[in-house]
């Protein structure tokens, strides 16, 4: 059951490394998002950042794990993703959650290029948009 939404605005934080099965070759690997998360008055309510964590002003908090995920429709953007709650931490908004759903990407997609030895070890952070649904077992 749809308990809430929040308009997430921040980046995705990406490193460039050696590639697993061929360390002569380097891409962007994703660390982690850093966001501010807005309720529908565009008040802050919270941030997001690495876990995935969601985080409220009132001290809640969900960890999720991806179940699946499929392309935005926005080739430059993240992909639109599925995740079960895993963790919670305090009482509030956040504390009953069981699925969030990332929707409505844009940005936040690390380019191809620009990753190679010279620049191993750096951090990109990419601009990004996205809608979180909450959702709660029926009760």
Same mark, same amino acid.
């Given at each position: 059951m749809?308990?809430? %939404?929040?308009?997430?605005?921040?980046?995705?934080?990406?490193?460039?490394?050696?590639?697993?099965?061929?360390?002569?070759?380097?891409?962007?690997?994703?660390?982690?998002?850093?966001?501010?998360?807005?309720?529908?008055?565009?008040?802050?309510?919270?941030?997001?950042?690495?876990?995935? &964590?969601?985080?409220?002003?009132d001290?809640? *908090?969900?960890?999720?794990?991806?179940?699946?995920?499929?392309p935005?429709k926005?080739?430059g953007a993240?992909?639109? %993703? %599925?995740?079960?709650?895993?963790?919670?931490?305090?009482n509030?908004?956040?504390?009953?959650? &069981?699925y969030?759903?990332?929707?409505?990407t &844009?940005?936040?997609?690390?380019?191809?290029?620009?990753c190679?030895? &010279?620049? *191993?070890?750096?951090? %990109?952070?990419?601009?990004?948009?996205?809608?979180?649904?909450?959702?709660?077992?029926?009760?």
């Amino acid at each position: 059951m749809p308990l809430f %939404l929040v308009k997430a605005r921040g980046v995705q934080i990406y490193e460039c490394r050696a590639k697993k099965d061929n360390p002569t070759q380097f891409e962007w690997v994703f660390i982690a998002p850093e966001a501010d998360l807005f309720d529908a008055k565009g008040n802050k309510i919270g941030r997001h950042y690495s876990g995935p &964590t969601w985080e409220s002003n009132d001290g809640s *908090l969900v960890v999720g794990s991806v179940r699946a995920s499929v392309p935005s429709k926005d080739m430059g953007a993240v992909p639109w %993703l %599925l995740l079960a709650a895993k963790y919670h931490e305090g009482n509030g908004v956040f504390s009953e959650v &069981t699925y969030i759903q990332r929707l409505e990407t &844009t940005g936040g997609k690390a380019s191809a290029g620009g990753c190679s030895q &010279t620049n *191993l070890g750096e951090k %990109l952070r990419v601009p990004y948009i996205a809608v979180y649904y909450f959702y709660v077992s029926k009760r």
